[in-house]
């Protein structure tokens, strides 16, 4: 269990994080997600105890951060933001380090190792120094750092952040499976990572949490949930057809995109719009290349709660 | 504190998996050569001992132990790595120590690769080797003075040239507090008292003491709470700016 209560960082006349509190339970995969500066590093590393907040406490499996940092620290793995390391050692002694402070015994130690070295194709790169290495690799060491003792609390800031698409995937693939029994924070302004891989997301904003649902929820918030979008063969047939469509009762207004290829039509009060649409379609006998259901989207909501670009 | 002693071999690997180990080690070797048979006149003085040898130390010391000290906790601040390190199981004591350790016990590295001196000296006459022994103690001591001063400044600034500047500036006060000019300015309007205080805080003061071959515990005592101290200071300073 995370819990965070009323937690607030000011620096000089900067408000970082402004009373904020939530709690995270095992099983859940938490997305943080924010601006830029909206306060998502500063929570973590004060959930971390790198930071001491200026009022609120934050409490890792019991344990308060600020009182009982050793007990804190010691449930928790955590990759900072830009996964940062001493350059000048290799992933291998790196790793030797962090198992050694993590107080892993000598077979167990064995068997983590080869375990996240496996998980994170660190194979190659071992006895290169880290400064060498690529951002990808470098972010892998990080995480492999941040799994090594297997903790119950796993703190994320941007864990895919300079991934190429397959490591990103991977590294998904890789949060995915220890998602059951541990608690996960991440934080990313990577939209799709949230519905990949999280189970909630909490919105911050100024240092404020402006929303906290799940990721579905969220998408619901957005005025393309349930709305229907359609392509059609002969895009001269699109003004007729969004005639007929912006006349059906279920139907609160229409849109075309930017190139004029893509017709979307907005249901009225959450009604469904996609049987109308395709009975429509068949009775006009249009030549339909595409008509789909959307589930809403993020990204819009996202700039709408966060109030557009800071 | 079993933290110390992993922070202790991490630190000290770093040291020799760069050049700067061994850039250092010549050049203090180099040095400390020079100062002792040219301008220490070593064997124009015609006397088995190694006095124009450790004479030098404190001066050898004011510029290149700054060199060690600057890089401990600004280039962990610079490189980021300074969050990974305390947000690991590791108290700051223990980080703090460790670290410190690691630099002193490559300092002493560096010093105790002067033997040939002391196998010359041997060579040439019949040395107090006890009183060398003492003298070794002695600088090795005011090494851990200043690298505790330096360690502190590291952790003040993310700048290591600042760190540099502000550990010569303050380790060159520490020297030459004790030089008669220095007291001067005080023996005339301060209490004799003061000018005694002021003159013990002396690192050249309590290193010649030692260096005679007399090993005082007071001198001993004098190397420890400077450390201490410095070492406490740095601990505070980057529990209370660890994260700027």
Same mark, same amino acid.
């Given at each position: 269990m995370i819990e965070i209560n009323q937690l607030k960082k000011v620096y000089g006349s900067l408000?970082?994080? +402004? !009373?904020v509190s939530f709690t995270v339970s095992p099983g859940e995969v938490l997305g943080f997600l924010g601006p830029n500066g909206a306060g998502k590093s500063t929570t973590m590393k004060m959930i971390t105890g790198f930071v001491s907040p200026t009022s609120g406490s934050a409490r890792v499996c019991g344990f308060d951060v600020d009182e009982a940092p050793i007990e804190a620290k010691r449930r928790i793995g955590y990759l900072p933001e830009g996964a940062p390391g001493y350059g000048e050692m290799t992933p291998r002694r790196f790793l030797d380090f962090i198992a050694a402070v993590r107080g892993l015994e000598p077979a167990r130690k064995r068997e983590r190792l080869d375990a996240v070295i496996a998980e994170l194709h660190l194979g190659p790169v071992?006895?290169?120094?880290?400064?060498?290495?690529?951002k990808g690799f470098r972010r892998r060491v990080g995480l492999a750092q941040a799994i090594l003792h297997d903790p119950q609390v796993l703190i994320l800031d941007?864990?895919? +952040? !300079?991934?190429?698409p397959n490591q990103k995937h991977e590294v998904r693939a890789l949060i995915n499976s220890m998602a059951q029994d541990k608690i996960i924070v991440i934080s990313t302004h990577i939209l799709e990572e949230v519905e990949a891989v999280c189970s909630r997301a909490i919105i911050i904003a100024d240092g404020r949490i402006v929303a906290d649902d799940t990721p579905q929820a969220l998408e619901a918030r957005?005025?393309?949930?349930?709305a229907v979008s359609l392509r059609l063969a002969d895009p001269s047939r699109l003004g007729p057809a969004r005639a007929a469509i912006a006349a059906?009762?279920?139907?609160?207004g229409t849109e075309l995109d930017a190139a004029g290829e893509r017709l979307t039509a907005f249901p009225k009060d959450g009604a469904l719009v996609l049987p109308a649409v395709s009975e429509l379609a068949a009775r006009e006998r249009w030549e339909v290349l595409e008509l789909h259901l959307e589930s809403g989207r993020l990204d819009e909501v996202f700039r709408d709660i966060t109030g557009g670009i800071h | 504190m079993r933290n110390v002693g992993i922070v202790f071999r991490r630190e000290l690997a770093s040291y020799f998996a760069t050049p700067v180990a061994y850039v250092f080690i010549v050049i203090f070797l180099l040095l400390a050569g020079w100062f002792t048979?040219?301008?220490?006149n070593f064997y124009g003085r015609g006397q088995a001992d190694l006095l124009p040898f450790f004479n030098f130390h404190p001066w050898l010391y004011l510029f290149l132990v700054p060199a060690i000290s600057m890089r401990l906790w600004a280039e962990e601040r610079k490189s980021g790595s300074i969050e990974l390190l305390m947000t690991l199981p590791v108290t700051t004591l223990e980080a703090v120590l460790g670290k410190f350790l690691a630099a002193w016990c490559f300092t002493l590295i560096a010093l105790a690769l002067t033997f040939p001196v002391w196998i010359t000296v041997n060579y040439l006459g019949d040395p107090d080797n006890g009183a060398i022994l003492a003298a070794y103690l002695g600088s090795a001591l005011m090494a851990g003075g200043f690298l505790a001063i330096g360690a502190c400044f590291s952790a003040a600034t993310r700048n290591q040239v600042i760190a540099f500047i502000l550990t010569v500036v303050v380790c060159f006060l520490f020297l030459l507090i004790g030089i008669p000019q220095v007291l001067g300015t005080f023996s005339g309007w301060a209490p004799q008292a003061l000018v005694d205080a002021i003159a013990s805080l002396s690192f050249l003061t309590h290193f010649a003491d030692i260096s005679k071959g007399v090993i005082d515990l007071r001198d001993l005592v004098f190397f420890a709470l400077v450390i201490g101290f410095w070492l406490a200071a740095n601990t505070i300073v980057l529990d209370w700016k660890k994260a700027d």
């Amino acid at each position: 269990m995370i819990e965070i209560n009323q937690l607030k960082k000011v620096y000089g006349s900067l408000v970082a994080v +402004d !009373g904020v509190s939530f709690t995270v339970s095992p099983g859940e995969v938490l997305g943080f997600l924010g601006p830029n500066g909206a306060g998502k590093s500063t929570t973590m590393k004060m959930i971390t105890g790198f930071v001491s907040p200026t009022s609120g406490s934050a409490r890792v499996c019991g344990f308060d951060v600020d009182e009982a940092p050793i007990e804190a620290k010691r449930r928790i793995g955590y990759l900072p933001e830009g996964a940062p390391g001493y350059g000048e050692m290799t992933p291998r002694r790196f790793l030797d380090f962090i198992a050694a402070v993590r107080g892993l015994e000598p077979a167990r130690k064995r068997e983590r190792l080869d375990a996240v070295i496996a998980e994170l194709h660190l194979g190659p790169v071992l006895d290169q120094s880290i400064e060498t290495l690529s951002k990808g690799f470098r972010r892998r060491v990080g995480l492999a750092q941040a799994i090594l003792h297997d903790p119950q609390v796993l703190i994320l800031d941007e864990p895919t +952040d !300079g991934l190429d698409p397959n490591q990103k995937h991977e590294v998904r693939a890789l949060i995915n499976s220890m998602a059951q029994d541990k608690i996960i924070v991440i934080s990313t302004h990577i939209l799709e990572e949230v519905e990949a891989v999280c189970s909630r997301a909490i919105i911050i904003a100024d240092g404020r949490i402006v929303a906290d649902d799940t990721p579905q929820a969220l998408e619901a918030r957005s005025r393309f949930h349930n709305a229907v979008s359609l392509r059609l063969a002969d895009p001269s047939r699109l003004g007729p057809a969004r005639a007929a469509i912006a006349a059906l009762p279920q139907v609160a207004g229409t849109e075309l995109d930017a190139a004029g290829e893509r017709l979307t039509a907005f249901p009225k009060d959450g009604a469904l719009v996609l049987p109308a649409v395709s009975e429509l379609a068949a009775r006009e006998r249009w030549e339909v290349l595409e008509l789909h259901l959307e589930s809403g989207r993020l990204d819009e909501v996202f700039r709408d709660i966060t109030g557009g670009i800071h | 504190m079993r933290n110390v002693g992993i922070v202790f071999r991490r630190e000290l690997a770093s040291y020799f998996a760069t050049p700067v180990a061994y850039v250092f080690i010549v050049i203090f070797l180099l040095l400390a050569g020079w100062f002792t048979f040219y301008l220490g006149n070593f064997y124009g003085r015609g006397q088995a001992d190694l006095l124009p040898f450790f004479n030098f130390h404190p001066w050898l010391y004011l510029f290149l132990v700054p060199a060690i000290s600057m890089r401990l906790w600004a280039e962990e601040r610079k490189s980021g790595s300074i969050e990974l390190l305390m947000t690991l199981p590791v108290t700051t004591l223990e980080a703090v120590l460790g670290k410190f350790l690691a630099a002193w016990c490559f300092t002493l590295i560096a010093l105790a690769l002067t033997f040939p001196v002391w196998i010359t000296v041997n060579y040439l006459g019949d040395p107090d080797n006890g009183a060398i022994l003492a003298a070794y103690l002695g600088s090795a001591l005011m090494a851990g003075g200043f690298l505790a001063i330096g360690a502190c400044f590291s952790a003040a600034t993310r700048n290591q040239v600042i760190a540099f500047i502000l550990t010569v500036v303050v380790c060159f006060l520490f020297l030459l507090i004790g030089i008669p000019q220095v007291l001067g300015t005080f023996s005339g309007w301060a209490p004799q008292a003061l000018v005694d205080a002021i003159a013990s805080l002396s690192f050249l003061t309590h290193f010649a003491d030692i260096s005679k071959g007399v090993i005082d515990l007071r001198d001993l005592v004098f190397f420890a709470l400077v450390i201490g101290f410095w070492l406490a200071a740095n601990t505070i300073v980057l529990d209370w700016k660890k994260a700027d």
